[in-house]
């Protein structure tokens, strides 16, 4: 054989070679590649699923801290101001619980409908509670009054108060996702 020959044949067996590690090594990167987009697209996934659970827990967190606010005890020890007439107490206890109710109302979004009609009723029961007493007490009667009213109520009846009820189930759900 020829010199030329010969180097015409390593030549053509050193391309071939080439070739052959060339496209071995692209398609062990492809390999790996949709492996690591597989591997991404399932931690994205698992992320995904984690994201929604995590706002969930979050909102029930949140309700539940709402419960708190709402509760009367806490809601008069919030704006306690004995020095205002009765029904400016009455207006200021009302208002704080809506207020603190619809700034949480997303929070539905997150939680079951029993969950949320829970929370709903609770505080309609707490303004039930205001405005019976309210309307128990006369006109002339202070702020005070009414605070002093509605907590010798809770004292007196401490299941007049659905909160731990609530918050046991809000719990009890918020546990249920874990």
């Known amino acids: ?30 390999i790996k590649a949709a492996k690591g987009d597989q591997a991404s697209s399932n931690t994205a996934s698992a992320a995904g699923s984690l994201a ?8 029930y967190e949140r309700l539940i801290l709402l419960i708190d606010r ?5 809601v008069i020890a919030r704006v306690n101001t004995p020095e205002l007439s009765k029904s400016d107490m009455h207006m200021l206890l009302t208002q704080s619980i809506r207020q603190e109710f619809e700034h ?31 309307s128990f007490l006369p006109e002339e009667a202070s702020g005070g009054d009414l605070n002093k009213a509605l907590l010798d109520l809770l004292v007196q009846n401490p299941k007049a108060s659905l909160q731990n009820i609530v918050s046991e189930a809000l719990s009890y759900e918020a546990k249920k996702l874990m």
């Open 52 to 59: 929604p659970r995590q706002l969930q827990l979050q909102a």
């Open 104 to 134: 949480n109302i997303t929070q539905q979004i997150y939680v079951t409908a029993e969950a949320w009609d829970a929370v709903r009723n609770y505080k309609e029961q707490n303004l039930l509670i205001v405005n019976q007493i309210a």
């Open 1 to 30: 054989m020829s010199p030329t020959l010969l180097f015409i044949a390593i030549m053509f067996a050193i391309t071939v070679a080439g070739l052959l590690v060339f496209f071995s090594l692209k398609g062990r990167r492809e």
């Open 70 to 74: 709402i509760a009367l005890p806490n």
